[in-house]
């Protein structure tokens, strides 16, 4: 039965990143996947994830199941940086997942199962699995605007007036915490205060989309979208990924936090996303859980993994800006200065599909159709190459 079977299209993204390891040119540039790369286009382990592993191997006593929840202390530790102080966390149900991508689809398998008729609102553009995950799990979405007429800014008042006039009570909204994927354009504090205001009026549950904590403006200030919420909404979904601020992009870390309005009802709720995760991975996996719970429950290695997130966000704001300074010299056919206001390691370049596809063929620069850019992927040695392919390709 298999012979009928017809072949699915690539990944958009990971289908580019195929073809960027089958082509044999020396000089070929990736700024397709959304992995952070050092000033050597290396994807490093930090220090700090170096030394928990190392007393991990030391003082690790087990390799047995964890619980269907995950690792508790981990568990504790990701919501208490997702919410900060906005909630006590007895009114929080955690369950730790393979990745961020893991933590969307439990929560999409939750709410499906157990609201079912619940429609989600997606950004235009928004991650391209989210719709995937969502509707795989029954539930229908939609979108609404993001990105006004210039491409390059957030167009808020087209987003609300959109969910003014088409959302229902008990219909969910997708919202990126920071560092907005595919465009690097994120609301402002002031924008989230009429995002919360709006979504709790309309009775729309807020799942939040929490990829790049600390990649934005920092890690406290990086909840500003989270802590608005709370202020308006009881209930509260969030998905978080540790793969990029702790660099476990192998291991899949990830967990779902669920803001429930009481103690009591979280506790129920725990116990259906228990139900949820045991029909499809069972348990989670135990080593970058262990790595992620050591690091944030001790003080000096906690100390130690801030300095460098906070590191890997100034070296991919300074190639935003020295990328901007190169363009604007090589050429004005495109300001390029647009760039500076968008946060995280992706951007919208402007470029049009077939700019991209003139630069994958002649250039070896490999770049989203859509012209979405991985800026943690320049460097000091690659960033003059690049900026005079993409000048050449505006020429």
Known sequence: MFDHLPTAPADPILGLSQAFRADPRSDKIDLTVGVYKDETGATPILKSV???????????????????????????????????????????ATVQSPGGTGACRVAADFVGRHFPGTRIWLSNPTWVNHQSIFEAAGIKALVHPYLAADKVSLDLSAMLETLKKDAKPGDMICLHAC?????????????????????ASKGILPLVDFAYQGFGDGLVEDTVGVQALLKKHEELLICSSLSKNFGLYSERVGAMTLVAKSPAAATAALSQLKAAVRCNYSNPPRHGAS????????????RQWEAEVNGMRNRIHTMREKFVALMTKLTDKRDFRFLLKQKGMFSYSGLTPMQVDWLKQNKA????????????????????????AIAESLS
């Not at 465009?183 to 995002?195: L, R, S």
Request: charged share 25%; hydrophobic share 45%; aromatic share 4%.
């Open 50 to 92: 170096k030394e928990a592993e190392k007393r991990l191997l030391e003082q690790e006593t087990t390799k047995g199941y964890l619980p269907i929840e995950g690792l508790p202390e981990f568990n504790r530790a990701v919501a208490a940086m997702a919410v900060q102080n906005a909630v006590s966390l007895d009114r929080t």
């Open 179 to 199: 560092c907005h994927n595919p465009t690097g354009i994120d609301p402002d504090a002031a924008a989230w205060e009429q995002i919360a205001e709006v979504t």
């Open 291 to 302: 790595v992620v719970a050591t690091v944030l429950g001790d003080a000096d290695l906690r």
């Open 365 to 388: 620069l490999y770049i989203v159709g859509s012209g979405r850019i991985n800026v943690a992927g320049m460097t000091e040695k690659n960033l003059p190459v690049l900026a005079e």
